[in-house]
Nanobody, 125 residues
């Protein structure tokens, strides 16, 4: 059973930075495509950033391009670095993973088999 645990959320001021972590309880982390999604108050869940198995492909949603970064280690953790946060970034952030043998469509939530419980990020203006 794959478990994903997000951490690092909190209450920050507009303009601040925050780094989220997602730790996966898996044997071989490098077989998983990973992504971050978020769901703001009254909004649909939306793609934020993804990272392929070898880290070579890292798409970002337009609202976060240039402000967010995504990275992963070889053991079990994926990170979301968030800079210059604004009120629109307020959301619950979810980590997602998939271990299909072919590339996962990283931007598509329905393509991910495993999800974390989420971590709340609140940005006050």
């Amino acid at each position: 059973q794959v478990q994903l645990v997000e951490s690092g959320g909190g209450l920050v001021q507009a303009g601040d930075s925050l780094t989220l972590s997602c730790t996966a309880s898996v044997r071989t982390f490098t077989i998983y495509d990973m992504a971050w999604f978020r769901q703001g108050p009254g909004k649909e869940r939306e793609f934020v950033a993804g990272i392929s198995k070898n880290g070579g492909i890292t798409p970002f949603a337009d609202p976060v391009k240039g402000r967010f970064g995504i990275s992963r280690d070889y053991k079990n953790t994926v990170y979301l670095e968030m800079h210059n946060l604004n009120a629109e970034d307020t959301a619950t952030y979810y980590c997602a993973a998939d271990d299909r043998p072919v590339p996962t469509p990283l931007r598509v939530a329905s393509e991910y088999a495993y999800w974390g419980q989420g971590t709340q990020v609140t940005v006050s203006s």
